[in-house]
């Protein structure tokens, strides 16, 4: 029990300390000693209903996390996210966002803008 709040209390530090959004994989890789697989998506699964942090998915299907700055009862993000084709890094454009409007007899409950390109170190190595 006090194991799962450390873990959850690391990761979340981690995706906050992060510039990028994070995997799963690579949350799990860095926290080895820590916690395994499951948990790291119990803690991830956790995180997002307490708006906390913000699922991505990439523009392959892979989900990425990132930390919420606004978010207190529910998620409201309309910033973009930028997927590098390159070193598949996801980032988000806190600055940069869209307005969207759907019916009013659809419910939304996750956005996912997303432009794909290459990142400013991505085109600073080229
Ligand atoms: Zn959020
Ligand atoms: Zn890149
Ligand atoms: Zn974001």
Redesign the pocket.
């Known amino acids: 029990m006090a194991r799962k709040t450390e873990a959850k209390r690391v990761i979340l530090e981690y995706i906050r300390k992060s510039e990028k959004a994070v995997s799963p994989a690579e949350i799990h890789h860095s926290h080895k000693e820590l916690c395994d697989r499951v948990t790291v998506y119990r803690v991830l699964d956790r995180l997002v209903n307490e708006?906390?942090?913000?699922r991505i998915v990439n523009t392959d299907g892979v989900a990425n996390y990132a930390a919420?700055?606004?978010?207190s009862t529910?998620?409201?993000?309309d910033h973009l996210h930028f997927s590098c084709e390159r070193c598949k890094s996801v980032t988000c454009l806190e600055n940069d966002r869209v307005e969207f409007s759907v019916p009013n007899n659809y419910e939304v409950k996750e956005v996912f803008f997303t432009l794909s390109g290459l990142c400013p170190d991505c085109l600073n190595k080229s």
């Open positions: 708006h906390k942090i913000h919420c700055h606004s978010c529910m998620h409201q993000h």
